[in-house]
């Protein structure tokens, strides 16, 4: 839980309030002696509104329903499945309420809490009850400009009769609180939000805290380490970010806000003063950072930018440069080593968008003030080629990371998993970025996002995070040697941190609990403080001079005039606001310029007067230019309408016209692509409805509709069923079919047992079979009323069906459901196979229709008849696939048409009406050409349309006619006539068959209309039967449902026993403890009250050696006690402390011990003593009193105790009960829910089939004559209907009674069959184990008493002997490694020296050579020599000369000497080449040997 707020009370130190924005908590503290028990208990806070919610139980609800029909009504959690701890708490989305947000509390000396809200009410919750009563708000009237929106308290604090509260808006207002009422009244107006308040503990001053802080003041404060102590302070007036100090000198750099640095002289510690002011840009300085030796300082702001600043005071903190780098600017780190004259910068910065942190290094000479301008170009930036800058990025986001001092090693803190990191940096040069792995990752152990900072000698690696813990590490391990944790997690652990160049001194602020914490070793010696040491002395060695020189500077630098108020004047000053025009004109004027903003003018103005003449020379082209262009455009405006340009086209900014160009492009493109993603959402909508509900479909929808009536006739669509579902259907078949064979093979061998009786009881028998077979046929004809549905009516089986009487078990439902719903799949496909046999009938219907009606045409053409012809088609209902297709005429949209495309088709259409001219003529040709020819039969269909034409005399009068004209028109009459009687009997005959043609058709169409309503007829019963199966399968489903809630009833009030028997068990020991620990507190007591007792008896007996009247006086002293000033009452107390002491606290009691010992001082006091009394009998008595004393009042004590602790032994003694009766309600209630779960099992829900007028109706009378009534005594009935009504009961009684023994029949029947079968598992899990076979391992695992020990020792021999038999085959690879190595080397010399002796040969070859060719002609002189010469050469002397010789045997000793040394080389290989197969086979065998003993490890399965 996320506590914001935790208090006492006041009154009670043992209650404890705990409240956050959605919980409240009150937290009792029980003592029993020295132990103390926390418990725990929730406030149930109202609604949003203030109204109350009442909850129902949701362990034990009372209030549910019984619905005696359809099953036990059981709670939420039970439907929704839980069996587990969340069910006690669950509760639907549908009930969840929001309730109120507390955000402030406090006690009330009643020990009640006042609670604020965020909604606005205040709410009074009794300390003991926690009953929640809202306060009721009473509003005042006034004025509309006075009223404040006070919405929710932001604190509280209790005050005599109310609250004081403050919000956000300044004020603090006190609220008077009378009964269940409250009325609010100013109280304080501070112009700042109220964060927090509180009362001094006399309630005389009241203390207040704003959201205002000292670091919007811009206070900077010098604190005094040895005793923390604040020096000095210093105010700035404008928001201070960041804060660094200057090795190098008594000076600091402070970051503002508004983009300013201020640097502050501490060289006078009591009156720190601001020496110089740098406006750097106008963005918040986010990073202030100087080298280790305080050359440079570097500034960080939120734009990107690092501006390099000389960091000694002496050069007035000169501005070098600036560089730019990424925007989010994490961590700045440099290295400055006293041995090298560079400074090395890294930037670290984020890229939430990747997900990735970038590194940009780069690197600063120390003699960069000097030379500054080169570096640098005129606007102020750093040139990246001169310092060396470099981009790393690493694959993940990193919250801090810091430089090594050997500017090769990176460390990072990983903000996303708590690990630190360390990369290596390469060390070639690289363009553009570089991606750095982790070269050695360690678990950071805190958590949170943290910052690394490295120590003033860079061994010491120091990590802080939220948790608020700091760790120093080592740099090169990365291993904690120390640790603290100085800030709470709850505070978001720690800000920063800031370690002295000595290391000894440490200081770490908190992020949000505003502290600063001064650490301290405890122990600072040894190897690290001397490192540490060392360095810094050196450090200061080497800064000595420079330090004297800069503090020397900064004691005589005058004070800047920077606008730094007291702090009264900080705290009242407020801005002026009747300042004159001229006077906000002028501040304009002096408004101060960034010093980036400077350089940039500067450098504008160089540009300017370094191209003056060529702007100019620009400027009047320009002005010419534009006056051509005016020109031209007058002469446009002279021209028509069709000759004008557009304005656009005088347009002479290129740029602006190809950027507008562009938009305009990108806007229609980014239109297009809208449209299709679009069109693209639509298609795909369009695809996955399509592929729903058409291409998944096994039988797709469709209808059927007469020709005559409006009647329409659908079929069933379905989808193809899965092979999950086929093979579900085929267990459930192949099991029952199983069923089936083992009943009927039950029967058979009850039959065979009974054999014998068969044959004696013949006669009988054949009787029995005769009624069986009776009983049979009648079975056979009985109506299926008890099957639930007319299923049967479409032939499907249902045989396989159980009867609905013996659905009990889960297995059985299950498989009903499955045979039902393959019983529906039938019906359908019977009535889809009838539909599509329709549907066939009416195509052949349309088909023929039409080919009737082709005649039908044909003979109104003849009789030239205006009648039109009925055709019936197909409508988008009876084929929908014609729906998914878009035909032309549907388009409403025209066609967009390019121009070239309109062309085209104009030249088509152009050529076809000339070719279709061409045709009309050749057909005008090819008709003449047949009329010319004739015919020589007129058909009977042209007899309608046969004219006889008129001879051409009937032109002339009848006067003038000739008597064979006369013949011919006599003639022609008679042709005519005959035309005509013909002309009637072929009209009469057309009208009769057009007659017959029409009413085939009608008949046909009839007929199929008829079939139709049969097969609508057909649709309805199928919809009625698939209905009805589908009415059980809900019915099973629901049941099957029910189970399961009863199931995970059932569960989870076992797990909630489970868990209150376990807490039981845990008040039973409590119980237990306490009583004994009260046993003995009371013994302890009881020997103490024994010994008070004892020494008020013993009293006389110690003083009995002086006289007995002066016994007698000291005994009434010895129970004198002082009189002591009564303490004040609580209400005394109150009047002016609303939180008084009370009378029985701690404190109090101590008062009044130490004011009664001072009392017993005074007692003893010499002038109380008697007269004649010894001092030294005076002494010992005031010594027995006062141990009396002390004695009475650690009987109290001890009293108190005691009460307390039978206090504590009541209420865990209480809370035992309270568990115990939890265990017996859930005893009962697991009780009644399995009398529940044992009801409904056995009360089934059946369907019944019922005819219609079966159904008996109360109260209708249904006869209305009464002529033939007979009046008899209305007593008669009476005691008839009592007779009957006392003999159906007795009936009912019987049934109840055989149904309640049927059923307990049944029930010992299933118990004895399940002590068979669990008799029949125990005999086999006996011979299971009499035929287990124990191997010596498994002996040796049951004997051996500390078995994993034993293994666990051979395992750890075996690893030894590995890992030295591992170490062992790793030397003797070394040293094989080293032999090659060195043979390798001696094989190179044998090459070079093998080289240099074949170069040698050759040479020596091409000598001998030589020679050969000297001797050939030295040979072929001598030839021409006479006989003389040939006696001189056979004598014995050498043919050749003695250098000939001498060459010859040289290359021979060469020779030799070369085949040696190959021989010698090649042994040498040979002999290398067995030694390294030697080695292989060593090697192989000590792997096998290796793998031998890791097997031998492993533990070995012996088959049974």
């Given at each position: 839980?996320?506590?914001?707020?935790?208090?006492?009370?006041?009154?009670?130190?043992?209650?404890?309030?705990?409240?956050?924005?959605?919980?409240?908590?009150?937290?009792?503290?029980?003592?029993?002696?020295?132990?103390?028990?926390?418990?725990?208990?929730?406030?149930?806070?109202?609604?949003?509104?203030?109204?109350?919610?009442?909850?129902?139980?949701?362990?034990?609800?009372?209030?549910?329903?019984?619905?005696?029909?359809?099953?036990?009504?059981?709670?939420?959690?039970?439907?929704?499945?839980?069996?587990?701890?969340?069910?006690?708490?669950?509760?639907?989305?549908?009930?969840?309420?929001?309730?109120?947000?507390?955000?402030?509390?406090?006690?009330?000396?009643?020990?009640?809490?006042?609670?604020?809200?965020?909604?606005?009410?205040?709410?009074?919750?009794?300390?003991?009850?926690?009953?929640?009563?809202?306060?009721?708000?009473?509003?005042?009237?006034?004025?509309?400009?006075?009223?404040?929106?006070?919405?929710?308290?932001?604190?509280?604090?209790?005050?005599?009769?109310?609250?004081?509260?403050?919000?956000?808006?300044?004020?603090?207002?006190?609220?008077?609180?009378?009964?269940?009422?409250?009325?609010?009244?100013?109280?304080?107006?501070?112009?700042?939000?109220?964060?927090?308040?509180?009362?001094?503990?006399?309630?005389?001053?009241?203390?207040?805290?704003?959201?205002?802080?000292?670091?919007?003041?811009?206070?900077?404060?010098?604190?005094?380490?040895?005793?923390?102590?604040?020096?000095?302070?210093?105010?700035?007036?404008?928001?201070?970010?960041?804060?660094?100090?200057?090795?190098?000198?008594?000076?600091?750099?402070?970051?503002?806000?508004?983009?300013?640095?201020?640097?502050?002289?501490?060289?006078?510690?009591?009156?720190?003063?601001?020496?110089?002011k740098a406006f750097l840009s106008e963005s918040s300085v986010q990073h202030v950072v100087y080298d280790q030796q305080g050359i440079f300082l570097l500034v960080g702001t939120s734009e990107g930018k690092v501006f390099i600043i000389n960091a000694n005071s002496s050069s007035s903190f000169q501005i070098i440069?600036?560089?730019?780098?990424?925007?989010?600017?994490?961590?700045?780190?440099?290295?400055?080593?006293?041995?090298?004259?560079?400074?090395?910068?890294?930037?670290?910065?984020?890229?939430?968008?990747?997900?990735?942190?970038?590194?940009?290094?780069?690197?600063?000479?120390?003699?960069?003030?000097?030379?500054?301008?080169?570096?640098?170009?005129?606007?102020?930036?750093?040139?990246?080629?001169?310092?060396?800058?470099?981009?790393?990025?690493?694959?993940?986001?990193?919250?801090?990371?810091?430089?090594?001092?050997?500017?090769?090693?990176?460390?990072?803190?990983?903000?996303?998993?708590?690990?630190?990191?360390?990369?290596?940096?390469?060390?070639?040069?690289?363009?553009?970025?570089?991606?750095?792995?982790?070269?050695?990752?360690?678990?950071?152990?805190?958590?949170?996002?943290?910052?690394?900072?490295?120590?003033?000698?860079?061994?010491?690696?120091?990590?802080?995070?939220?948790?608020?813990?700091?760790?120093?590490?080592?740099?090169?391990?990365?291993?904690?040697?120390?640790?603290?944790?100085?800030?709470?997690?709850?505070?978001?652990?720690?800000?920063?941190?800031?370690?002295?160049?000595?290391?000894?001194?440490?200081?770490?602020?908190?992020?949000?609990?505003?502290?600063?914490?001064?650490?301290?070793?405890?122990?600072?010696?040894?190897?690290?403080?001397?490192?540490?040491?060392?360095?810094?002395?050196?450090?200061?060695?080497?800064?000595?001079?420079?330090?004297?020189?800069?503090?020397?500077?900064?004691?005589?630098?005058?004070?800047?005039?920077?606008?730094?108020?007291?702090?009264?004047?900080?705290?009242?000053?407020?801005?002026?606001?009747?300042?004159?025009?001229?006077?906000?004109?002028?501040?304009?004027?002096?408004?101060?310029?960034?010093?980036?903003?400077?350089?940039?003018?500067?450098?504008?103005?160089?540009?300017?007067?370094?191209?003056?003449?060529?702007?100019?020379?620009?400027?009047?082209?320009?002005?010419?230019?534009?006056?051509?262009?005016?020109?031209?455009?007058?002469?446009?405006?002279?021209?028509?309408?069709?000759?004008?340009?557009?304005?656009?086209?005088?347009?002479?900014?290129?740029?602006?016209?190809?950027?507008?160009?562009?938009?305009?492009?990108?806007?229609?493109?980014?239109?297009?692509?809208?449209?299709?993603?679009?069109?693209?959402?639509?298609?795909?909508?369009?695809?996955?409805?399509?592929?729903?509900?058409?291409?998944?479909?096994?039988?797709?929808?469709?209808?059927?509709?007469?020709?005559?009536?409006?009647?329409?006739?659908?079929?069933?669509?379905?989808?193809?069923?899965?092979?999950?579902?086929?093979?579900?259907?085929?267990?459930?078949?192949?099991?029952?079919?199983?069923?089936?064979?083992?009943?009927?093979?039950?029967?058979?061998?009850?039959?065979?047992?009974?054999?014998?009786?068969?044959?004696?009881?013949?006669?009988?028998?054949?009787?029995?079979?005769e009624e069986e077979e009776d009983k049979t046929v009648k079975y056979s004809n009985l109506p299926n009323y008890l099957l639930g549905s007319l299923s049967t009516d479409f032939g499907v089986d249902t045989s396989l069906l159980s009867s609905q009487l013996e659905l009990h078990s889960r297995e059985e439902k299950?498989?009903?459901?499955?045979?039902?719903?393959?019983?529906?799949?039938?019906?359908?496909?019977?009535?889809?196979?009838?539909?599509?046999?329709?549907?066939?009938?009416?195509?052949?219907?349309?088909?023929?229709?039409?080919?009737?009606?082709?005649?039908?045409?044909?003979?109104?053409?003849?009789?030239?008849?205006?009648?039109?012809?009925?055709?019936?088609?197909?409508?988008?209902?009876?084929?929908?696939?014609?729906?998914?297709?878009?035909?032309?005429?549907?388009?409403?949209?025209?066609?967009?048409?390019?121009?070239?495309?309109?062309?085209?088709?104009?030249?088509?259409?152009?050529?076809?009406?000339?070719?279709?001219?061409?045709?009309?003529?050749?057909?005008?040709?090819?008709?003449?050409?047949?009329?010319?020819?004739?015919?020589?039969?007129?058909?009977?269909?042209?007899?309608?349309?046969?004219?006889?034409?008129?001879?051409?005399?009937?032109?002339?009068?009848?006067?003038?006619?000739?008597?064979?004209?006369?013949?011919?028109?006599?003639?022609?009459?008679?042709?005519?006539?005959?035309?005509?009687?013909?002309?009637?009997?072929?009209?009469?005959?057309?009208?009769?068959?057009?007659?017959?043609?029409?009413?085939?058709?009608?008949?046909?169409?009839?007929?199929?209309?008829?079939?139709?309503?049969?097969?609508?007829?057909?649709?309805?019963?199928?919809?009625?039967?698939?209905?009805?199966?589908?009415?059980?399968?809900?019915?099973?489903?629901?049941?099957?449902?029910?189970?399961?809630?009863?199931?995970?009833?059932?569960?989870?009030?076992?797990?909630?026993?489970?868990?209150?028997?376990?807490?039981?068990?845990?008040?039973?020991?409590?119980?237990?403890?306490?009583?004994?620990?009260?046993?003995?507190?009371?013994?302890?007591?009881?020997?103490?009250?024994?010994?008070?007792?004892?020494?008020?008896?013993?009293?006389?007996?110690?003083?009995?050696?002086?006289?007995?009247?002066?016994?007698?006086?000291?005994?009434?002293?010895?129970?004198?006690?002082?009189?002591?000033?009564?303490?004040?009452?609580?209400?005394?107390?109150?009047?002016?402390?609303?939180?008084?002491?009370?009378?029985?606290?701690?404190?109090?009691?101590?008062?009044?011990?130490?004011?009664?010992?001072?009392?017993?001082?005074?007692?003893?006091?010499?002038?109380?003593?008697?007269?004649?009394?010894?001092?030294?009998?005076?002494?010992?008595?005031?010594?027995?009193?006062?141990?009396?004393?002390?004695?009475?009042?650690?009987?109290?004590?001890?009293?108190?105790?005691?009460?307390?602790?039978?206090?504590?032994?009541?209420?865990?003694?209480?809370?035992?009960?309270?568990?115990?009766?939890?265990?017996?309600?859930?005893?009962?209630?697991?009780?009644?829910?399995?009398?529940?779960?044992?009801?409904?099992?056995?009360?089934?829900?059946?369907?019944?089939?019922?005819?219609?007028?079966?159904?008996?109706?109360?109260?209708?009378?249904?006869?209305?004559?009464?002529?033939?009534?007979?009046?008899?005594?209305?007593?008669?009935?009476?005691?008839?209907?009592?007779?009957?009504?006392?003999?159906?009961?007795?009936?009912?009684?019987?049934?109840?009674?055989?149904?309640?023994?049927?059923?307990?029949?049944?029930?010992?029947?299933?118990?004895?069959?399940?002590?068979?079968?669990?008799?029949?598992?125990?005999?086999?899990?006996?011979?299971?184990?009499?035929?287990?076979?124990?191997?010596?391992?498994?002996?040796?695992?049951?004997?051996?008493?500390?078995?994993?020990?034993?293994?666990?020792?051979?395992?750890?021999?075996?690893?030894?002997?590995?890992?030295?038999?591992?170490?062992?085959?790793?030397?003797?690879?070394?040293?094989?490694?080293?032999?090659?190595?060195?043979?390798?080397?001696?094989?190179?010399?044998?090459?070079?020296?093998?080289?240099?002796?074949?170069?040698?040969?050759?040479?020596?070859?091409?000598?001998?050579?030589?020679?050969?060719?000297?001797?050939?002609?030295?040979?072929?002189?001598?030839?021409?020599?006479?006989?003389?010469?040939?006696?001189?050469?056979?004598?014995?002397?050498?043919?050749?000369?003695?250098?000939?010789?001498?060459?010859?045997?040289?290359?021979?000793?060469?020779?030799?000497?070369?085949?040696?040394?190959?021989?010698?080389?090649?042994?040498?290989?040979?002999?290398?080449?067995?030694?390294?197969?030697?080695?292989?086979?060593?090697?192989?065998?000590?792997?096998?040997?290796?793998?031998?003993?890791?097997?031998?490890?492993?533990?070995?399965?012996?088959?049974?």
């Amino acid at each position: 839980m996320d506590v914001n707020q935790m208090s006492f009370n006041p009154m009670n130190w043992r209650q404890l309030c705990l409240s956050s924005p959605s919980t409240v908590s009150v937290w009792t503290i029980e003592r029993s002696n020295q132990e103390h028990c926390f418990r725990a208990r929730s406030v149930k806070l109202p609604l949003e509104d203030g109204s109350f919610f009442n909850e129902t139980d949701v362990v034990f609800p009372q209030s549910l329903p019984k619905d005696l029909i359809y099953g036990p009504v059981l709670p939420l959690s039970s439907i929704a499945g839980l069996v587990g701890e969340e069910a006690e708490t669950f509760r639907p989305k549908d009930d969840l309420y929001p309730l109120l947000h507390p955000t402030m509390h406090c006690w009330t000396p009643t020990s009640d809490l006042y609670i604020g809200c965020e909604e606005g009410h205040l709410l009074m919750i009794n300390g003991n009850t926690l009953q929640v009563t809202v306060l009721n708000k009473i509003e005042e009237e006034s004025p509309l400009e006075d009223r404040r929106n006070f919405i929710s308290p932001v604190t509280l604090v209790y005050q005599k009769e109310g609250v004081l509260a403050s919000g956000i808006d300044g004020f603090v207002y006190s609220f008077i609180i009378k009964d269940r009422s409250y009325m609010i009244e100013d109280f304080l107006e501070i112009e700042r939000p109220v964060e927090h308040m509180a009362f001094s503990p006399n309630y005389t001053m009241l203390l207040i805290q704003t959201d205002k802080t000292l670091t919007h003041s811009g206070e900077i404060c010098v604190w005094w380490l040895e005793d923390c102590a604040c020096v000095s302070k210093i105010y700035l007036n404008t928001l201070a970010m960041v804060l660094a100090c200057c090795p190098s000198s008594l000076s600091a750099a402070v970051g503002t806000e508004d983009g300013s640095v201020y640097f502050i002289s501490v060289y006078d510690k009591e009156s720190p003063q601001v020496v110089h002011k740098a406006f750097l840009s106008e963005s918040s300085v986010q990073h202030v950072v100087y080298d280790q030796q305080g050359i440079f300082l570097l500034v960080g702001t939120s734009e990107g930018k690092v501006f390099i600043i000389n960091a000694n005071s002496s050069s007035s903190f000169q501005i070098i440069g600036f560089t730019e780098v990424a925007k989010d600017i994490l961590q700045i780190s440099t290295v400055s080593l006293l041995e090298t004259d560079i400074v090395k910068v890294m930037v670290l910065s984020s890229l939430p968008e990747a997900g990735r942190s970038r590194l940009e290094m780069f690197t600063l000479p120390t003699l960069l003030p000097q030379v500054s301008t080169t570096f640098a170009d005129e606007r102020g930036r750093l040139k990246d080629e001169i310092i060396h800058k470099y981009l790393y990025e690493l694959e993940h986001a990193l919250s801090s990371a810091v430089l090594g001092f050997q500017s090769n090693q990176i460390y990072g803190f990983c903000s996303q998993v708590p690990y630190i990191c360390s990369y290596l940096l390469p060390e070639e040069e690289h363009t553009g970025i570089y991606i750095l792995k982790p070269y050695k990752k360690v678990q950071s152990r805190q958590y949170g996002p943290g910052l690394l900072y490295l120590s003033s000698h860079g061994l010491w690696l120091i990590t802080i995070a939220k948790c608020g813990i700091l760790c120093i590490r080592d740099v090169y391990t990365l291993e904690t040697f120390a640790w603290c944790r100085s800030h709470s997690h709850q505070g978001h652990g720690i800000q920063s941190m800031r370690i002295s160049m000595d290391g000894q001194n440490i200081l770490v602020n908190g992020r949000d609990d505003g502290t600063l914490v001064y650490l301290k070793w405890k122990r600072f010696g040894g190897h690290l403080a001397s490192e540490i040491l060392d360095y810094y002395q050196k450090l200061l060695i080497s800064l000595s001079s420079a330090m004297d020189k800069e503090n020397h500077y900064l004691s005589t630098t005058p004070k800047v005039s920077v606008d730094l108020g007291s702090d009264s004047e900080h705290t009242k000053q407020k801005a002026s606001t009747d300042l004159s025009q001229d006077e906000l004109v002028l501040t304009d004027v002096k408004k101060e310029i960034p010093w980036i903003q400077q350089k940039s003018q500067e450098a504008i103005k160089k540009e300017v007067n370094l191209f003056s003449k060529k702007r100019k020379e620009i400027k009047q082209g320009i002005k010419s230019l534009s006056k051509t262009i005016l020109n031209m455009m007058e002469e446009n405006d002279k021209l028509e309408n069709i000759a004008k340009l557009d304005q656009q086209e005088f347009g002479l900014d290129l740029e602006e016209l190809e950027r507008l160009h562009d938009e305009s492009q990108e806007e229609v493109a980014k239109i297009i692509k809208d449209v299709e993603m679009h069109n693209l959402a639509k298609s795909y909508l369009a695809e996955l409805i399509k592929e729903e509900c058409w291409n998944s479909m096994a039988v797709k929808g469709q209808a059927l509709k007469c020709f005559h009536i409006p009647c329409v006739v659908e079929n069933f669509p379905m989808k193809a069923r899965t092979v999950e579902e086929l093979k579900e259907l085929e267990r459930v078949l192949q099991q029952k079919k199983i069923e089936a064979e083992c009943l009927k093979l039950r029967k058979e061998i009850v039959e065979a047992q009974s054999g014998v009786k068969l044959i004696k009881q013949r006669h009988e028998e054949d009787d029995e079979e005769e009624e069986e077979e009776d009983k049979t046929v009648k079975y056979s004809n009985l109506p299926n009323y008890l099957l639930g549905s007319l299923s049967t009516d479409f032939g499907v089986d249902t045989s396989l069906l159980s009867s609905q009487l013996e659905l009990h078990s889960r297995e059985e439902k299950i498989n009903q459901i499955i045979l039902l719903k393959d019983i529906i799949y039938k019906v359908k496909t019977v009535f889809n196979n009838e539909f599509d046999a329709a549907y066939k009938q009416k195509e052949f219907e349309i088909a023929r229709v039409k080919e009737r009606n082709v005649r039908i045409r044909e003979i109104i053409l003849d009789l030239e008849l205006e009648e039109a012809v009925w055709q019936p088609e197909f409508e988008d209902c009876e084929k929908p696939e014609r729906m998914l297709v878009v035909q032309d005429e549907e388009i409403t949209a025209h066609k967009h048409i390019k121009p070239w495309h309109k062309a085209k088709e104009l030249m088509v259409n152009h050529e076809k009406e000339h070719w279709l001219l061409i045709q009309d003529a050749s057909t005008r040709l090819r008709a003449l050409m047949d009329m010319m020819g004739g015919v020589l039969e007129v058909k009977k269909e042209d007899i309608l349309r046969m004219v006889i034409p008129q001879p051409a005399f009937m032109a002339k009068p009848d006067a003038v006619w000739t008597e064979e004209e006369r013949k011919q028109f006599k003639d022609y009459e008679k042709k005519v006539k005959e035309l005509n009687e013909e002309r009637d009997k072929y009209r009469k005959s057309l009208e009769a068959e057009l007659k017959k043609l029409q009413n085939s058709i009608q008949e046909s169409t009839q007929a199929f209309d008829e079939h139709l309503k049969r097969l609508f007829e057909r649709r309805v019963k199928a919809e009625m039967v698939t209905n009805q199966e589908e009415l059980k399968i809900s019915n099973l489903a629901f049941s099957l449902l029910l189970d399961e809630e009863l199931s995970s009833r059932e569960k989870f009030l076992n797990n909630y026993l489970t868990r209150k028997q376990h807490e039981k068990s845990q008040t039973s020991e409590a119980v237990r403890k306490s009583r004994e620990d009260l046993d003995v507190y009371k013994e302890h007591y009881d020997n103490l009250l024994a010994e008070d007792k004892v020494m008020d008896r013993s009293f006389k007996k110690e003083f009995s050696e002086i006289p007995g009247h002066q016994v007698d006086i000291l005994y009434k002293l010895f129970k004198r006690r002082p009189r002591i000033s009564k303490q004040k009452t609580h209400s005394e107390t109150t009047s002016v402390v609303p939180f008084g002491e009370l009378p029985g606290s701690g404190k109090l009691n101590k008062d009044a011990f130490a004011q009664l010992m001072k009392a017993m001082d005074e007692l003893d006091n010499i002038s109380n003593m008697p007269e004649g009394l010894d001092p030294l009998v005076w002494n010992h008595f005031c010594m027995t009193r006062r141990a009396k004393v002390e004695n009475e009042q650690k009987v109290k004590q001890k009293a108190a105790d005691l009460l307390e602790m039978a206090t504590f032994l009541q209420k865990r003694v209480e809370e035992e009960e309270k568990v115990q009766q939890e265990i017996e309600r859930v005893f009962h209630e697991l009780i009644l829910l399995q009398e529940e779960k044992v009801r409904f099992q056995l009360n089934l829900t059946i369907q019944i089939l019922l005819k219609q007028g079966q159904v008996e109706l109360e109260n209708f009378q249904l006869v209305l004559e009464y002529s033939d009534a007979i009046l008899i005594n209305k007593n008669i009935i009476e005691d008839l209907n009592s007779v009957i009504r006392t003999q159906g009961q007795k009936k009912v009684a019987s049934m109840m009674e055989s149904k309640d023994v049927h059923k307990r029949i049944l029930q010992i029947e299933w118990e004895h069959k399940k002590m068979e079968m669990e008799r029949e598992d125990l005999n086999q899990k006996a011979w299971d184990i009499q035929m287990l076979f124990f191997s010596r391992d498994r002996q040796k695992y049951l004997n051996e008493p500390n078995y994993e020990a034993l293994i666990s020792i051979q395992i750890g021999i075996m690893e030894q002997t590995i890992a030295v038999l591992d170490k062992t085959h790793k030397k003797n690879v070394e040293n094989c490694k080293k032999l090659l190595k060195k043979l390798g080397k001696f094989s190179n010399q044998k090459d070079i020296a093998n080289y240099a002796l074949s170069c040698n040969l050759r040479e020596e070859l091409v000598a001998v050579s030589e020679r050969k060719d000297i001797c050939n002609a030295m040979e072929s002189r001598f030839c021409h020599v006479g006989q003389a010469g040939l006696e001189l050469l056979s004598s014995s002397d050498p043919p050749t000369s003695a250098n000939q010789t001498a060459g010859i045997t040289g290359s021979k000793l060469t020779c030799e000497k070369i085949v040696k040394e190959r021989y010698e080389n090649m042994m040498q290989q040979q002999k290398l080449t067995n030694i390294s197969k030697q080695q292989a086979e060593q090697i192989s065998i000590l792997q096998t040997e290796v793998e031998r003993l890791r097997m031998k490890t492993f533990p070995a399965l012996v088959p049974m």
